[in-house]
């Protein structure tokens, strides 16, 4: 499946961003698409209609009021259109999309479509973490948008934080994927565990680990695009329109795996897992006066991994990872026979420009029988997607 001959509609909305659009329509176009682009006055200010029109050998549609075919422009578009990318998407047309205003033609398109329609959101970081901001999207995806999450870096206006544009690459796949209506885990649960366990050893601290839990949201945000029933259990806050649980130490996460592995398909243990814990819990905060030392007694926590291997029933695929800071594979190969998984994801962690915290990860992907395969330097969200593929879609490694 391509895009070739499917009808892209872009959204332009007025950010610094829309001049990175000129890239995208030249992708679509390259891989056979036909493409027409709908912009916002305030798009005009950073992209000319001459660029888009020569990029998408098609009229720019910038009026509400004029009529092709003798329907309503907004009507004629939306017929044609296959998928409706916005992108970038300011909060300003987020906003009024999220409350049903239709004050330009771009607005009213995406009032009137019924197909699906992507957002790349780009602003502000203050404008991204605004409550409004927030619950428009969150409203949006709760409609069956799709959002391509914008990432972190050094802004236009000359911050730092998360509002620039996701990768051109990134809005590509996601407008491809929906087309190519790639539904590959559709009809199976999966069960993914993301981010570090907290211990806490009295109310206000804990031992933690630095786990951003940012491998195990890109596979649950890939699994969710290809159709599967997520349930994402996580340590951190974060809002997506699939099932979350929230979970703080490992006993907690072993509950919360335990009652939702039992009805599912797959369980990826993405999570970084305390392997001890501290033996008691003050009740009260521990006052500094009281002693000049503070020794911990730790505990073993349970293996979540290897007790779900033991209860896994016929049919249940059990995925863990394998964070290594030497003997990578050797390692791995160990854990996969010890812990008795389908699967194991190996990533060294000692490297600084992939694994913890990074938007970049290498992964090695080792089955029962000791295969390898490599999956290449490239953003988390590729990794996830190109790890569920392979385990899922192409015969196994
Ligand atoms: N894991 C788990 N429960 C634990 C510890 C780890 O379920 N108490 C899971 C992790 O989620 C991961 C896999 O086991 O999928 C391997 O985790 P890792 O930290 O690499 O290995 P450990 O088993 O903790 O062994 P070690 O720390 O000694 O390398």
Redesign the pocket.
Same mark, same amino acid.
Not at 269 to 275: I, L, N, P, R, S
Not at 301 to 306: F, K
């Given at each position: 499946m391509t895009v070739k001959d499917k009808n892209i509609l872009i959204g332009i909305t007025g950010g610094i961003a829309a001049y990175k659009i000129c890239e995208l329509i030249r992708m679509f176009k390259k891989n056979g698409a036909n493409v027409k682009t709908v912009v916002t006055k305030n798009a005009l200010e950073f992209v000319t209609p001459l660029t888009l029109q020569t990029l998408s050998q098609e009229a720019v549609y910038t009026e509400q009021f004029v009529t092709e075919d003798r329907k309503p422009e907004h009507i004629a578009l939306c017929d044609w259109a296959d998928i409706f990318v916005i992108a970038p998407a300011s909060a300003n047309t987020i906003g009024k999309i999220a409350n049903g205003i239709c004050d330009n033609l771009l607005t009213s398109l995406a009032c009137a479509y019924q197909k699906q329609i992507i957002f790349a959101p780009a602003m502000n970081t203050g404008m991204w973490n605004n409550k409004a901001v927030r619950q428009n999207i969150s409203f949006l995806k709760s409609t069956g948008a799709v959002f391509v999450e914008p990432e972190s870096g050094y802004l236009a206006c000359g911050t730092e934080g998360k509002g620039r544009l996701a990768d051109i690459n990134s809005i590509y796949e996601a407008a491809y994927n929906c087309i190519s209506n790639n539904e590959f885990l559709k009809g199976k649960k999966i069960v993914i @565990?993301a981010g570090g366990t907290k211990e806490n050893f009295d109310p206000v601290r804990y031992i933690g680990n630095y786990s951003s839990g940012k491998m195990g949201t890109a596979l649950a945000d890939r699994a969710f695009e290809a159709g599967a029933d997520v349930c994402l259990i996580k340590t951190f806050p974060l809002e997506r329109s699939y099932s979350t649980i929230d979970v703080q130490s490992?006993a907690q996460m072993l509950d919360a795996v335990k009652q939702e592995f039992a009805d599912a398909d797959i369980l990826i243990? @993405? #999570? #970084?897992?305390? *392997?001890y814990r501290p033996e008691k819990t003050a009740d009260l905060k521990l006052k500094k006066d009281t002693t000049e030392e503070l020794v911990l007694k730790l505990v073993k926590?349970? *293996?979540?991994?290897?007790e779900m291997c033991k209860i896994k029933k016929e049919g249940q695929t059990v995925i863990?990872?394998? #964070?290594?800071s030497n003997n990578l594979l050797e390692?791995a190969k160990q854990?996969i026979q010890k812990?008795n998984c389908d699967y194991i994801i190996a990533n060294d962690i000692s490297r600084k420009d992939t694994g913890f915290s990074s938007d970049y990860n290498e992964v090695f992907i080792l089955d029962r029988d000791l295969n390898i395969k490599k999956l290449e330097k490239d953003t988390k969200n590729n990794i996830a997607k190109k790890i569920l593929e392979s385990i899922w879609q192409k015969p196994a490694i």
């Open positions: @565990t490992a243990m @993405t #999570a #970084a897992v305390a *392997d926590n349970p *293996d979540i991994l290897s863990g990872f394998c #964070a290594e390692y854990k812990k």
